[in-house]
């Protein structure tokens, strides 16, 4: 138990700060509530008080320089020394949670803060002291440091989140309050996720399962909500600045980052700039699958937007993944003002830009036995969030507290293509305008009945341009581009929107102590419009698209608590996923398949059944939880084949000219019913105060449809065991990865999974091995110098081991020496 002084443990997550005149407001730091309850005694225990239904505990039985304790069950305790200001004006306390506990505040899964004794669905919550402690380079590796997650990766600037066999739109994605899928979030890889920094996060927390109740389409297999850091109002140091540094040898990455904080009486600042650059990943040189050449990058293509070459490069050291590095730039900016005693306003600003960032698993594509491509790259991805918000604290009977958050998002990114002995560059490029607002407010009507309800409305705007360029070229240099012919655009020619409404709510009844029922119910219409030009179209018959579709999703919740120490759950749940921009007009080739729009779409459902237990011990620290779960999936949608029987270029109804090529047509189709199923083992255990083992286990299975064969998305079994020494300043832990192999049976035939990624056995007749099982060990150390300074040193994959995560078409990092430093003053 540390010794602190008032201002060094007002670690406030905007909670309302009022002038307390000799009370003691104590709050909950995840959610900002207030807590009853908590107790403050002094060092003798003759002078004690507990706090009251608002949080509140008058000071006036303490003394100046009284050392006073300030504990609540399932919170870390605090110290603090009350000095004569403190007495007189009052003081606001935020107290920590715990590791996970039945009472640990979770935010995501009601939209509002609930206990997890209260919620069956599985939640994970990766928090401060974990983000900084692994400092993940980007916002995907972020979300990979939760169990049961698993990163898909395609080039070096990517990383695509899978959970429970969902990936991409069937996953949503949300920050702060606000969704981040568009209207062009794709079915397959998806690589948004990287323009969220880990730099400005405070918390994630993610939901696994059907969650369409508290947030609508996509959360099919789960969500994962980002939550940002926020001032501190009111916080005697009135300045705060911070620097990060990062260094990871196996890409020469270096991550830097620097940010300052301003909290004065009424208001508060928070500013982040950070500036990420990545060099090319050097992969694994032990190759214990057996495949001496698999992954290897002999050739490369050594063109860029300014540079040429009119063929591939040897590439001297294969190890060497050519065309993987890139830039980023990330900005942050969040200001937080109380207008009054029942009200905030929070203005939230986010800006992400990266540079040309190469298609690694494109440029490494052969045909004709050499390099397909000599540009494959996706131009600068910009993010751009301005996010108002109204925080509500009015105490009233049907609305204890609530927010009002608007939103304005641009999302901007181009794919830019060409081919060896071809000086055309064909240019795709999309820009998504999103408005947002979202309503979410709560109230408990009486001790056993709480109620979180609200809206969402939203509207996507998506223009799609495509036109080819045709270099000019002096030497190695392009000198100049002029216009070319223009091609089809990747999403519909004359412009497309998507627009939603939605209204929830949920009802969480603790009719007896040990046992809580919770229901919820979202009704959500939603409205797509696509138009497309009369020229330049792979179909002459596609003009324009509406598709309107309303669904009501529901969950029935069960937990039972027969003890302190243990928890039972079950879930009914359903969610929806309405067909996007994406889905019903996507243009896009690859390896001789052409993706075509589809207009026929409706709406895919998923219905889940999921049970769960949960054992503490030893005072609620150590625990060890088993899930098991179904999910059935209605009209699912996914590739197949497609004729364009407008189209005459071909004799065959299944292929059409395409670019001067002949190409197979396939588009996005509602396949039926699938079903798949799983369960996880998660644990944690202290085996003493120093040393603790931490594990997870994930395994996922889908039934084979005899008609379309296997589901895509689908990973191998996995998992991952931390051991960790923790004593005074220094902390180390070890930690062991593991996957097991995908057989070529298991792969999906729309080409999602990626087979041809995996070893290749034989060219004729073709055949490829599957995914082999892959193994990594790390290390990792971290040392508190003072109060100021952390450094970090850390090597991952110890053993060089050569491996590939199943579905992604990049090896991992070889043998990764990573420094980093952190210092706040």
């Known amino acids: 138990m540390r010794f602190l002084k008032f201002h060094s443990i007002l670690i406030l997550l905007g909670a309302p700060i009022w002038l307390l005149g000799q009370e003691a407001l104590v709050l909950d730091g995840v959610s900002g509530f207030p807590l009853e309850g908590v107790a403050l005694y002094d060092n003798t225990k003759t002078k004690a008080v507990l706090t009251n239904v608002d949080g509140k505990a008058p000071l006036n039985i303490f003394e100046v320089n009284d050392s006073i304790t300030i504990q609540f069950f399932g919170f870390e305790s605090l110290k603090i020394k009350i000095e004569s200001q403190e007495l007189e004006n009052g003081v606001t306390i935020s107290l920590k949670p715990k590791d996970q506990t039945l009472d640990e505040v979770i935010l995501s899964v009601a939209r509002n803060a609930t206990t997890r004794k209260q919620i069956a669905e599985k939640v994970t919550v990766i928090d401060a002291k974990t983000i900084a402690l692994q400092r993940p380079a980007t916002g995907a590796e972020l979300v990979g440091l939760s169990p049961g997650v698993r990163i898909q990766k395609s080039q070096g600037g990517g990383g695509s989140p899978v959970i429970r066999g969902f990936e991409a739109n069937r996953i949503l994605m949300v920050v702060d309050g606000v969704r981040m899928n568009n209207a062009i979030y794709r079915s397959g890889h998806l690589q948004n996720a990287i323009t969220i920094n880990p730099n400005i996060i405070e918390r994630v927390e993610v939901v696994y399962g059907s969650s369409s109740v508290g947030y609508g389409s996509d959360a099919l297999g789960g969500v994962i909500h980002y939550y940002t850091k926020t001032p501190l109002i009111n916080s005697e140091k009135k300045t705060l600045f911070s620097f990060s540094s990062d260094f990871s040898s196996a890409s020469n990455a270096s991550i830097n980052s620097f940010s300052s904080e301003i ?44 540079t040429y070459n009119a063929q591939p490069l040897v590439n001297e050291n294969p190890l060497i993944q050519k ?43 052969e045909k004709n036995n050499t390099l397909r491509y000599a540009e494959w790259f996706y131009g600068p991805q910009k993010r751009i969030l301005v996010a108002p918000q109204l925080k509500l604290f009015p105490q009233k ?27 055309i560059r064909k240019i795709q490029k999309e820009k998504v305008n999103v408005m947002s607002l979202n309503g979410d407010f709560e109230f408990s009507y009486t001790d056993k009945h709480s109620f979180s309800y609200g809206f969402e409305a939203t509207y996507n705007e998506v223009k799609s341009f495509a036109y080819g360029k045709e270099l000019v070229v002096e030497q190695n240099q392009i000198i100049d581009i002029v216009p070319s012919l223009p091609f089809p655009s990747r999403y519909p020619s004359k412009g497309s929107s998507y627009d939603s409404f939605a209204g929830f709510v949920n009802w969480i009844w603790d009719f007896k102590p040990k046992l809580t029922l919770n229901f919820g119910a979202r009704l959500t219409n939603t409205n797509l419009e696509a138009k497309w030009r009369e020229y330049y179209n792979v179909n002459a018959l596609l003009d324009i698209v509406n598709l309107d579709a309303t669904a009501l999703t529901n969950t029935l919740a069960l937990t039972y608590r027969p003890s302190e120490k243990i928890q039972w759950n079950t879930i009914i749940s359903n969610g929806f996923r309405n067909p996007n921009i994406d889905d019903v007009g996507k243009i896009r080739e690859s390896k001789g398949l052409l993706v075509v729009p589809n207009a026929f779409l409706f709406p895919e459902y998923a219905y889940n059944l999921e049970f769960g ?9 150590n625990y060890v939880s088993f ?106 832990h070890l930690s062991y990865q ?23 056995i034989s060219e004729n007749p073709l055949l490829y091995a599957g995914s082999p099982a892959w193994s990594e060990l790390s290390w990792l150390a971290q040392f508190h110098y003072k109060e100021r300074t952390v450094f970090r040193v850390a090597l991952d994959n110890i053993l060089d081991v050569h491996y590939r995560p199943f579905a992604s078409g990049i090896s991992a990092p070889g043998r990764n020496l990573k420094l980093g430093v952190n210092y706040t003053f």
């Open 263 to 306: 909290s004065f009486k009424k208001w508060a600042s928070l500013s982040s700039v950070s500036y990420s650059g990545f060099g090319d990943i050097r992969m694994g040189k032990n190759r214990t699958h057996g495949f001496d050449d698999w992954g290897f990058t002999p050739l490369y293509s050594n063109n860029s937007r300014d």
């Open 613 to 621: 237990v949960i054992r503490y011990f030893d005072q609620s620290k």
């Open 397 to 423: 009977k049907f609305m204890n507290s609530g927010r009002l958050t608007f939103a304005y998002q641009v999302v901007e990114e181009s794919r830019n293509i060409r081919n060896f002995e071809s000086l």
């Open 627 to 732: 899930r098991a779960f179904t999910t059935l999936i209605s009209s699912h949608i996914g590739r197949n084949n497609y004729s364009i029987f407008a189209d005459t270029s071909t004799p065959d109804n299944s292929t059409i000219i395409y670019n001067g090529e002949e190409v197979v047509t396939i588009a996005n189709n509602n396949l039926g019913n699938r079903y798949l199923y799983g369960g996880s083992i998660d644990g944690y255990f202290s085996i003493n105060k120093s040393l603790s083992l931490r594990g997870n286990l994930s395994i996922i299975e889908a039934a084979k449809s005899r008609k379309y064969g296997p589901l895509p998305s689908i990973s191998p079994t996995f998992g991952r065991i931390f051991i960790q020494y923790q004593k005074e300043n220094w902390l180390s």
């Open 323 to 365: 065309n993987t590095g890139y830039n980023q730039l990330d900005l942050f900016q969040k200001f937080l003002l109380q207008l009054n005693n029942q009200s905030q306003f929070i203005l939230n600003l986010q800006y992400s830009n990266s540079s040309d960032i190469p298609r690694y698993d494109k440029l490494i594509e």
């Open 738 to 760: 593991f996957s097991d192999k995908k057989n070529i049976e298991d792969y999906s035939n729309g080409g999602e999974d990626g087979l041809e990624e995996t070893p290749l």
